[in-house]
């Protein structure tokens, strides 16, 4: 993630305005503006969402925190009918300008990850942290792909032989001589 949005919903800060401190605030698009979001998302809808972020100094970048919640129209994965259902999550992005020597650097050698480490900063294209992209991005992140609405259930049942597909095929055998 550079900090820029593919949608039309997005908030900026330039870092300047955070080396004067931090702050916090509350990011709420409107209905025209989750509904380019759902789009964006292969939602049915999103009825709801908001974001309560808090924007500091983090070495010569930006620490972001905060949780969105958020109500997300889907399709059912079993029954395709629509149905919404709540979301939450927590938001912690680190951001560091271009050539900043904080950014990471590109390894040639064996990455080791450990589990409980933060992620390294995202680098920034210019000069603004587009906060309403890491909101989406997060929401994103906590959407399940197959959603089921409470209380449907697939269930399965396998085919008599009369039903198989396979079963024409047996009038099709030639008796050897």
């Given at each position: 993630?550079?900090?820029a949005t593919k949608g039309e919903w997005n908030r900026p800060v330039r870092l300047h305005e955070i080396g004067r401190g931090e702050f916090k605030l509350r990011l709420e698009p409107d209905a025209a503006e989750r509904a380019r979001i759902a789009r964006e998302l292969d939602l049915e809808s999103l009825p709801a969402l908001t974001a309560d972020i808090t924007v500091r100094p983090w070495l010569d970048g930006a620490e972001i925190i905060g949780r969105f919640k958020a109500t997300v129209g889907q399709l059912c994965s079993v029954s395709a009918e629509p149905f919404e259902q709540?979301?939450?999550?927590?938001?912690?992005?680190?951001?560091?300008?271009?050539?900043s020597p904080n950014a990471p650097g590109e390894s040639v050698h064996e990455v080791?990850?450990?589990?409980?480490?933060?992620?390294?900063?995202d680098v920034l294209e210019g000069d603004a942290i587009d906060?309403?992209?890491y909101v989406v991005e997060h929401l994103a992140l906590e959407i399940?792909?197959?959603a089921r609405k409470p209380g449907a259930e697939f269930t399965y049942e396998p085919p008599t032989q009369e039903e198989s597909p396979f079963a024409v095929l047996k009038g099709l055998k030639t008796p050897k001589p």
């Open positions: 993630m550079s900090g709540p979301l939450q999550g927590e938001i912690e992005i680190r951001v560091v300008p271009a050539g080791e990850l450990e589990l409980d480490a933060p992620d390294p900063p906060l309403a992209a399940d792909p197959f």
